[in-house]
T-cell receptor, first 113, second 111 residues
Framework: NAGVTQTPKFQVLKTGQSMTLQCAQDMNHEYMSWYRQDPGMGLRLIHYSVGAGITDQGEVPNGYNVSRSTTEDFPLRLLSAAPSQTSVYFC????????????FGSGTRLTVV | RKEVEQDPGPFNVPEGATVAFNCTYSNSASQSFFWYRQDCRKEPKLLMSVYSSGNEDGRFTAQLNRASQYISLLIRDSKLSDSATYLCVVNRYTNAGKSTFGDGTTLTVKP
């Protein structure tokens, strides 16, 4: 049981490049989300999904897109990378976030230069 | 004011000490609560849920005070391995899909 798998673990981008952070879970969880974590700012929700085909914005969605074509996968796309997007990105999933909490992936450390 | 607030610490305690963290929340509609542990440069991991009646897991005790709108985490007999950042999380059922994380409290347990 792999849980939540994120790839890549590390990435360096140049300003203006685009890329997709991958997230996959094998627990059949309906709820998935993307967070970014910056020093002194805690975890901030970027986008989330309550099931396949359903996505919605979190508190810091600008510059990011998501899609949820399957229950398992929830990729995060950076449209045109900016230095302000340098951060650690975590994907999380939950069967029922109100009762069971989240399982997090191991994170992607992204640097935009 | 942030919706969820934690004392950032750091809390520096000797091995064997008892330490307590509080987390306050501002929205009275909040309905489920959790504590997570995050080690340096790692992902957060669920430590325990927080129930209205209070709950215990080994050396860890979590409590909820709805009247004063805070949750607490008590760690007894601290171990070196307890050194980490502890995050509280608050959910509101009316805010579908969105959980609010505190910024975390850092604990360092010293020999």
């Amino acid at each position: 049981n792999a849980g939540v798998t994120q790839t890549p673990k590390f990435q360096v981008l140049k300003t203006g490049q685009s890329m997709t952070l991958q997230c996959a879970q094998d627990m059949n969880h309906e709820y998935m989300s993307w967070y970014r974590q910056d020093p002194g700012m805690g975890l901030r929700l970027i986008h989330y999904s309550v099931g396949a085909g359903i996505t919605d914005q979190g508190e810091v969605p600008n510059g990011y897109n998501v899609s949820r074509s399957t229950t398992e996968d929830f990729p995060l796309r950076l449209l045109s990378a900016a230095p302000s997007q340098t951060s650690v990105y975590f994907c999380a999933s939950s069967r029922d976030r109100a009762s069971y909490g989240y399982t997090f992936g191991s994170g992607t450390r992204l640097t935009v230069v | 004011r942030k919706e969820v607030e934690q004392d950032p610490g750091p809390f520096n305690v000797p091995e064997g000490a008892t330490v307590a963290f509080n987390c306050t929340y501002s929205n009275s509609a909040s309905q489920s609560f959790f504590w997570y542990r995050q080690d340096c440069r790692k992902e957060p991991k669920l430590l325990m849920s927080v129930y209205s009646s209070g709950n215990e897991d080994g050396r860890f005790t979590a409590q909820l005070n709805r009247a004063s709108q805070y949750i607490s985490l008590l760690i007894r007999d601290s171990k070196l391995s307890d050194s980490a950042t502890y995050l509280c999380v608050v959910n509101r059922y009316t805010n579908a899909g969105k959980s609010t994380f505190g910024d975390g409290t850092t604990l360092t347990v010293k020999p």
